[in-house]
């Protein structure tokens, strides 16, 4: 029953612009925070953004402050990731995240979609 659905990755050149978009179905998607993972060969996931319930914190991590910019639209159920100035170091899988409090703390992932920045 409950889903998220991330789309938007692809093959960018450096420089480029990507918008990565992840839409949440079968919970209640206003009442939790969201964030971006991401995951390279070799190397650990990581938290690449996370922002509030209601929209008004967000956090990065250092490598992609400036560059990235998560948003979130409560009414359509989606997160957003807008990343500019891509490097082929921000070639990895990217994840979305849910995160809700409550009686019980429940915690929701997608699968997944891949970015490659590469010329």
Not at 49 to 71: L, M, P, Q
Request: hydrophobic fraction near 30%.
């Amino acid at each position: 029953q409950v889903q998220l659905v991330e789309s938007g990755g692809g093959l960018v050149q450096p420089g480029g612009s990507l918008r990565l978009s992840c839409e949440g179905s079968g919970f209640t998607f206003s009442s939790f925070a969201m964030s971006w993972y991401r995951q390279a060969p070799g190397k650990e996931r990581e938290l690449v953004a996370g922002i509030s319930s209601v929209g008004n914190s967000r956090n990065y991590v250092d490598s992609v402050k400036g560059r990235f910019t998560i948003s979130r639209d409560n009414a359509k159920n989606t997160v957003y990731l807008q990343m500019n100035s891509l490097k082929p170091e921000d070639t990895a899988v990217y994840y979305c995240h849910a995160r809700g409090g409550g009686p019980r703390t429940m915690i929701y992932w997608g699968k997944g979609t891949l970015v490659t920045v590469s010329s």
